[in-house]
């Protein structure tokens, strides 16, 4: 293990104390030569699994042709991922940009010049990323505390309180902002009636109703977007983590129907559609077929059904393959445990452990993982 006594990073992140060398699939090596199973998968980054050859052999040969060209230009890989995004929305048009925060800051940048009201309505308990904007609209006080004074009119409704909804919005009301699953905030699950009833109030208000899908996009949850299992199509929706399996990525995606916003010179991102980064998932949007989301689904029951069987798990929450287990006591304790044994899992806040295994995650690396946790947990 390469432990640095005092590292020239900035402390911002609780790191363990491991580093990675190489991966495929699943699989995890550190320094010394250890393989670990990755549940975490970069936290539901990787979906395809470390150098899955798709994406792999994109990128290489999108390396060999052209690695940057300015937003002043076209690039072949960028205009073929939008397509790509657009036909899955039913209908969209994309700005690219590289993650989360950054699609969350554009989204919001939106809304504002589509309604020309400032006003966002956000969840109690949500993540939307770290950057000032993004930090503004996160429902969860000690992540924004350190850094007030934020954008003013936010204002925070309950997640599944539909009557909490109606108080939160006001004159100036230009976004209705939210995670179909809020993953970071404990991997809490929207139903389908709340979500409903934000699609109605947004109209209603002439709001935009904006997915945060930073996490649950791309398959997550056993459709290519969460919103589809919900059956509420949203105006806008961003996209990040999974997209381009490890290679830095976000993006907004506006829906035809969604009012007009965006005017040349309004937005812009100098890497924003990276030919390198589009052509990566370019493949990673090839590769999720309709086999692939119905595995992620039918792998995701068995695993939530197996983390239902293990000792001191109180509840298991999530969809697809974003997955949470409520522990009762601080699941930072037992993530160093499983990482002691070969088992990479992450936690959502502080008693949830988190599970974001690879996508294509195989029925052996279930059990062995469940194996383990069973171990730990016991
Ligand atoms: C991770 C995450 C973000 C932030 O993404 P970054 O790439 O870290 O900026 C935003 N929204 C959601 C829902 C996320 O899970």
Redesign the pocket.
């Known amino acids: 293990m390469n432990t640095v006594a005092v590292s020239p990073v900035l402390p911002v992140y609780a790191r363990q104390d491991l580093t990675f060398v190489r991966g495929e699939g699943a699989t995890l090596v550190d320094a010394d030569g250890r393989a670990y199973v990755d549940f975490l998968a970069g936290?539901a980054v990787v979906g395809l699994g470390h150098c899955h050859p798709a994406p792999l052999a994109a990128a290489q040969a999108q390396l060999e042709r052209l690695w940057h060209v300015s937003n002043l230009y076209w690039s072949e890989p960028m205009i073929a991922l939008a397509e790509r995004l657009s036909d899955r929305f039913g209908g969209a048009r994309a700005f690219f940009c590289n993650?989360?925060?950054?699609a969350?800051e554009a989204g919001l940048k939106y809304a504002r010049k589509a309604t020309g009201k400032p006003g966002v309505v956000s969840l109690t308990g949500s993540?939307?990323?770290?950057t000032l904007g993004?930090l503004s609209v996160t429902g969860q006080s000690g992540k924004r505390e350190a850094f007030e004074p934020l954008l003013p009119h936010v204002s925070f409704a309950a997640p599944n309180d539909a009557d909490s909804l109606a108080p939160a919005i006001t004159a100036e009301t230009g976004c209705i902002l939210l995670?179909p699953v809020q993953?970071?905030g404990g991997v809490h699950e929207l139903d389908a009636g709340f979500v409903a009833e934000t699609r109605r109030l947004a109209d209603e208000n002439g709001a935009v109703l904006l997915f945060?899908e930073?996490?649950t996009g791309v398959g997550r949850t056993g459709t290519f977007f969460a919103w589809e299992r919900l059956g509420v199509r949203p105006d806008a929706v961003t996209l990040?983590?999974g997209l381009a399996n490890g290679l830095p990525i976000?993006c907004l995606l506006v829906g035809d129907e969604a009012p007009e916003g965006f005017a040349p010179g309004d937005h812009a991102s100098t890497f924003g559609g990276n030919p390198v980064a589009c052509a990566a998932a370019n493949a990673v949007c090839d590769e999720l077929t309709d086999d692939l989301l119905a595995g992620v689904t039918a792998t995701g029951l068995a695993l939530t059904a197996g983390l239902r069987e293990l000792p001191r798990v109180r509840e298991v929450r999530g969809a697809g393959l974003l997955l949470g287990a409520e522990l009762g006591r601080p699941a930072s304790e037992v993530v160093a445990q499983c990482a002691g044994r070969g088992l990479l899992v992450g936690t959502a806040g502080e008693s949830v452990l988190r599970l974001t295994p690879p996508l294509v995650v195989t029925a052996a690396e279930v059990d062995q993982a469940l194996g383990t946790l069973e171990e730990v947990l016991a």
């Open positions: 936290i993650s989360g925060a950054e969350v993540f939307h990323g770290r993004a995670e993953g970071e945060d930073v996490q990040a983590k976000g």
